[in-house]
């Protein structure tokens, strides 16, 4: 259980993301709709569908989310724990934390991602990327060893792939293709496909919000792909509604032999800072 949105997110289970367009944390430019929102929302997990191959029989956790205007760029911080129950009555647990930051022109990013297994292990991740001008890049990772990889022309960091995603939304895009590092696994790499349909306006959030009130929102499902060019099948797949102020809602996440249904709990605004 490794990708979750984590911006759009990663990204998120664990993460995320998406993501050219200079991300200034200001808005969607030419559709109208609002700026990114910080806020810290909470997230419901259970068990959505189950395949007929599969040993698991429930399902039940929590996923945190914070996202916040740091003025230089945007902070992200994931919790996610989810327990998980089997046929032959086997009770496991796994869990993971992400922090990160994003320089708000896209070009920089830091990620610190710890990882728990069901024995109470602890594995860590720690590293940063940047990009050149022209997209490419390299991200070092410091721990668990010190290594080095480059980044294809194009990757974009998961903040900013929000941000393409909604603005392509707003613009009516057919499916969006990018490159993704986020950090999140062995390189940290992903290839994304976001296919985009409008929400019907008179469809309620599950969580009544002031930040939702009124807000624009679209139905995205996402693949994930490793990076190697003759991928043909997604690793994960993901499903949510997405809002123009880069809220999410009514997340599904498919791991193949079963789904998480993952339902907004509880939705917070966080104060903008005084930069």
């Known amino acids: 259980m490794r990708r979750f949105w984590a911006g759009l997110l990663l990204a998120t289970p664990t993460t995320c993301g998406g993501w050219p367009a200079a991300a200034t944390g200001t808005g969607v430019s030419g559709s109208g709709a609002a700026a990114l929102v910080p806020h810290k929302a909470a997230y419901t997990l259970s068990l ?24 230089d760029g945007w902070a ?11 046929e032959d009555g086997l009770s496991v647990s796994y869990g993971w934390r992400l922090s990160s930051w994003e320089s708000k022109d896209g070009r920089h990013y830091r990620f610190f991602i710890r990882r728990f297994d069901p024995g109470g292990a602890a594995e860590e991740v720690r590293g940063e990327a940047e990009l050149d001008p022209d997209g490419g890049g390299r991200a070092v990772f410091q721990t668990p060893e010190r290594r080095e990889i480059a980044l294809p022309a194009g990757t974009l960091f998961p903040t900013q792939h929000t941000r393409f995603v909604i603005e392509q939304a707003g613009e009516g895009a057919a499916p969006v293709w990018t490159q993704v590092f986020d ?90 800072p005084a930069c």
């Open 48 to 71: 959505g569908e189950l395949r007929s191959s599969a040993a698991v029989i429930d399902a039940a956790g929590r996923l945190e989310f914070e996202w916040a205007d740091v003025c």
């Open 183 to 272: 950090g999140s696994d062995d390189n940290g790499l992903s290839a994304i496909s976001a296919a985009i349909a409008p929400q019907p306006a008179e469809e309620a959030p599950t969580l009544a919000s002031p930040l939702l009130a009124g807000a624009r929102s679209w139905h995205v499902d996402l693949a994930f792909y490793g990076p190697e060019p003759d991928a043909l099948a997604p690793e994960q797949e993901q499903s949510l509604r997405l809002f123009d102020n880069g809220i999410v809602d009514e997340m599904r996440l498919d791991y193949g032999e079963f789904v998480l249904d993952a339902d907004l709990a509880e939705l917070t605004p966080l104060p903008r």
């Open 76 to 86: 992200v911080n994931q919790r996610f724990r989810i327990a998980l129950l089997y």
